[in-house]
C-alpha cells in the first residue's frame, strides 16, 4: 500500500505524560501536513512541512507541540505534559508542491489522555 | 483563504444525484474550491477541485457560478458507501500550504 501511513493508530496516556506520534507520507509527496480533529468539528490546521523545513504552524499549536521532519521523509509529531484537552483525533496528510495539491490523509491516530 | 457556508447536514436516496450546495460568496480570483469527504473513522479524502470551469472525475461533478460565488458538488447515483461528512474548502492559490476546513454537511444515503 503506497498511502499515507501512521503510527500509532490509537493512544491511550495519562495526564502529564509525554506522547509521540509518527507519520509516513506518500514516497513522492514533498508536503507533509498535521491536523487535529475533535468529535463533530472539520479538522484543524496545526503545521505543514515542505522536505524538511517548517514552512508555517497555527497558533494551535502550543510550546508543548513539536513536530519534526528531519530527512524530509517521514515526520514526528510529539505533545509533552499531556492535557485531556489534546484528546483528538491527530490526521497526517501528504501533497506535491506542484500541480493540483490535493492532499492524501493518513487514517489517522486517535489520542485519549486519561 | 475565503469562508465557506454549507447546510449542517442533508439526506439523499440511493441511485439518486446527490447535489451538496456551497457558498463562497468573498472568493477571491486566485482562489481554487476543493471538496473532500471524510467517511466515519477515516481520514478525509479528495474529492475534486476547480478554480472557474466545471469539472467532472470519476467521483463526482462540480459546478462553480459564473460569479464563483457559489459552487455544488454532485454525486450523480449515489450509494450507501457515499454517507460521509462533505467538506468545501477555498484556497487562496494551488501553491498554499493548509486546508482550511469547516464542519461541513453530512450526507446520508438512505436505502
Not at chain 2, 472568493?27 to 472557474?52: D, F, T
Not at chain 2, 500550504?97 to 464542519?103: A, M, P
Request: charged share 20%.
Amino acid at each position: 500500500d503506497t498511502g499515507v501511513s501512521q503510527d500509532p493508530r490509537h493512544k491511550i496516556t495519562k495526564r502529564g505524560q509525554n506522547v509521540t506520534f509518527r507519520c509516513d507520507p506518500i514516497s513522492e509527496h514533498n508536503r507533509l501536513y498535521w491536523y487535529r480533529q475533535t468529535l463533530g468539528q472539520g479538522p484543524e490546521f496545526l503545521t505543514y512541512f515542505q522536505n524538511e523545513a517548517q514552512l508555517e504552524k497555527s497558533r494551535l499549536l502550543s510550546d508543548r507541540f513539536s513536530a519534526e521532519r528531519p530527512k524530509g521523509s517521514f515526520s514526528t509529531l510529539e505533545i509533552q505534559r499531556t492535557e485531556q484537552g489534546d484528546s483528538a483525533m491527530y490526521l497526517c496528510a501528504s501533497s506535491l508542491s506542484s500541480g493540483s495539491h490535493e492532499q492524501y490523509f493518513g487514517p489517522g491516530t486517535r489520542l485519549t489522555v486519561t | 483563504d475565503a469562508k465557506t457556508t454549507q447546510p449542517p447536514s442533508m439526506d439523499c436516496a440511493e441511485g439518486r444525484a446527490a447535489n451538496l450546495p456551497c457558498n463562497h460568496s468573498t472568493i477571491s480570483g486566485n482562489e481554487y474550491v476543493y471538496w473532500y469527504r471524510q467517511i466515519h473513522s477515516q481520514g478525509p479524502q479528495y474529492i475534486i477541485h476547480g478554480l472557474k470551469n466545471n469539472e467532472t472525475n470519476e467521483m463526482a461533478s462540480l459546478i462553480i457560478t459564473e460569479d464563483r460565488k457559489s459552487s455544488t458538488l454532485i454525486l450523480p447515483h449515489a450509494t450507501l458507501r457515499d454517507t460521509a461528512v462533505y467538506y468545501c474548502i477555498v484556497k487562496m492559490s494551488t501553491n498554499a500550504g493548509k486546508s482550511t476546513f469547516g464542519d461541513g454537511t453530512t450526507l446520508t444515503v438512505k436505502p
